[in-house]
């Protein structure tokens, strides 16, 4: 076997330790449902990046990528994922952040930044 398919094999297993452990914390209520999401989704390499009151991911299907997001409500409830249509609801320093986070934890992303000037 080769050292690279052998390094594979012992990453799938630490992260099924990890998502066991991420269970077991949620089951003993040791941390919450939303920390429990966000971990796994750090897991899986698919980290929720938050601007203001919306969460975001990137989402893969059938070889296309998507940016899904959902509301963040003030009594702390969250709205169901649905896919990005536009970023027209975003000031430019929000879109710029998500801009940042994407190229960070998303590097191949396609989006760029803004700029703005006062008039």
């Not at 939303?34 to 009151?53: F, N, Q, S, T």
């Not at 509301?71 to 702390?76: E, H, L, S, Y």
């Not at 396609?110 to 700029?115: N, S, T």
Request: proline residues 3%; negative net charge; glycine residues 2%.
């Amino acid at each position: 076997m080769k050292k690279t398919a052998a390094k594979k094999i012992v990453r799938k297993k630490e992260k099924i330790e990890i998502v066991a452990d991420l269970i077991d914390s949620y089951l003993v209520t040791e941390i919450t449902q939303d920390e429990l999401v966000k971990k796994l989704m750090w897991v899986v390499d698919k980290p929720v990046i938050k601007v203001e009151d919306m969460e975001y991911i990137v989402t893969e299907c059938e070889g296309n990528v998507y940016l899904e997001s959902r509301a963040i409500f003030p009594d702390g409830k969250k709205d169901n994922w649905v896919q990005v249509e536009h970023l027209s609801d975003l000031t430019i320093w929000e879109y710029n952040k998500l801009v940042s986070e994407l190229q960070e934890h998303y590097p191949e992303y396609p989006i760029d930044y803004l700029e703005g000037r006062f008039v």
